[in-house]
């Protein structure tokens, strides 16, 4: 009775029907999809809010077959959206108001008597202009990186 005693695997691979056929088929189990990320359940809400929102302002068009969007003047609000819109159209803007409530006008004149120098109405002695063009005229980390470049023919190497 020993000599009969195999495992399952050795009758299987040993039986003369897998020999030719190849092996049996694995039985695959159930599967679930994978859990939608963050980035695709966002999406599908947008598209869902987008689908919901072009139908409560669109009306069907039967010489085009399609839904086309009202215009704004013709959709339907509530008394509360109406509100809200008149509101927002009555309440002055910025540039109507000017900036801090004045005038371009007066704002450039401010500007003018506070920093007359860097509008160029007043004039400076020589030794301040010197002083300015002696900063100006230091050069800068990119400069000193490009004379080197230059100096040392870096500037020329093609890639």
Excluded: W
Aim: one cysteine or more; aromatic letters at 6%.
């Amino acid at each position: 009775m020993g000599e009969f005693v195999m495992p399952f695997n050795q009758i299987v691979s040993k039986d003369i029907k897998h020999i030719y056929s190849g092996f049996p088929q694995t039985v695959s189990l159930r599967f679930t999809p994978a859990f939608p990320t963050l980035e695709q359940m966002r999406q599908q809400d947008d598209s869902h809010n987008l689908k919901t929102s072009v139908l409560r302002i669109s009306e069907y068009d039967e010489s085009y077959g399609c839904m086309i969007p009202r215009a704004p003047a013709f959709r339907l609000l509530s008394r509360h959206e109406i509100d809200q819109s008149v509101n927002r159209l009555r309440t002055p803007t910025v540039a109507s108001k000017g900036l801090a409530n004045s005038s371009d006008k007066a704002v450039v004149n401010e500007t003018r008597s506070n920093y007359p120098k860097y509008l160029g109405l007043k004039k400076v002695n020589k030794q301040e202009m010197d002083q300015i063009v002696s900063r100006l005229n230091q050069p800068t980390k990119i400069s000193e990186i490009r004379r080197h470049q230059t100096e040392t023919k870096l500037a020329h190497v093609s890639v």
